[in-house]
């Protein structure tokens, strides 16, 4: 496997909608290993192909102690409640913002094998698929500041805890 280099913001690839994936090949198999790798190296908990250059609709998600979601084509389906986040994202470091997120969400999506599946989520978890599939439609957590107020700098020590970079 092999640790891909992650975009910054603002590069252009994160403004593009992603394409779909027609088809699941080994060479596709290997971004998501290679995304998953990359996700952990870099302490987040969600990755999307285009942070890593590559303009397709594929996001990886992995929860502490849980399976990686791998997700192709996902699309969220269903929205419920609302809450207030800090957020970060691995193509913006040493930032944190607080915006508004879904307290539940349900979205559904592909594995890497072609097979169809829905997941319902809630807290970090729904938090982190609504993440990556804005990143998927262009779409970055800065784009949902309230105001540039709620956009602050953090030290670069704390980018690294658990959880603090969604993707």
């Given at each position: 496997?092999?640790i891909?280099?992650?975009?910054?913001?603002?590069?252009?690839?994160l403004?593009?909608?992603?394409?779909?994936?027609?088809?699941?090949?080994?060479?596709?198999?290997?971004?998501?290993?290679?995304?998953?790798?990359?996700?952990?190296?870099?302490?987040?908990?969600?990755?999307?192909?285009?942070?890593?250059?590559?303009?397709?609709?594929?996001?990886?998600?992995?929860?502490?102690?849980?399976?990686?979601?791998?997700?192709?084509?996902p699309?969220?389906?269903?929205?419920s409640?609302?809450?207030?986040?800090?957020?970060?994202?691995?193509?913006?470091?040493?930032?944190?913002?607080?915006?508004?997120?879904?307290?539940?969400?349900?979205?559904?999506?592909?594995?890497?094998?072609?097979?169809?599946?829905?997941?319902?989520?809630?807290?970090?978890?729904?938090?982190a698929?609504?993440?990556?599939?804005?990143?998927?439609?262009?779409?970055?957590?800065?784009?949902?500041?309230?105001?540039?107020?709620?956009?602050?700098?953090?030290?670069?020590?704390?980018?690294?805890?658990?959880?603090?970079?969604?993707?």
């Amino acid at each position: 496997m092999a640790i891909l280099p992650i975009v910054i913001h603002p590069d252009p690839v994160l403004r593009r909608k992603a394409k779909r994936v027609s088809h699941v090949d080994e060479s596709l198999n290997r971004l998501i290993d290679n995304m998953i790798d990359t996700m952990y190296h870099a302490s987040g908990c969600g990755l999307a192909a285009p942070q890593v250059g590559v303009s397709l609709k594929i996001a990886v998600i992995g929860m502490p102690e849980e399976e990686v979601i791998v997700l192709v084509n996902p699309e969220v389906v269903k929205k419920s409640g609302e809450r207030m986040v800090v957020e970060g994202c691995l193509s913006i470091p040493g930032y944190r913002g607080e915006i508004k997120r879904a307290e539940q969400v349900t979205v559904k999506a592909f594995d890497q094998n072609g097979k169809a599946f829905r997941i319902k989520a809630d807290e970090l978890l729904a938090e982190a698929l609504e993440h990556e599939i804005d990143h998927l439609n262009g779409i970055l957590y800065i784009d949902h500041l309230e105001s540039p107020d709620k956009l602050k700098k953090i030290e670069v020590s704390e980018d690294k805890y658990e959880g603090s970079n969604i993707g």
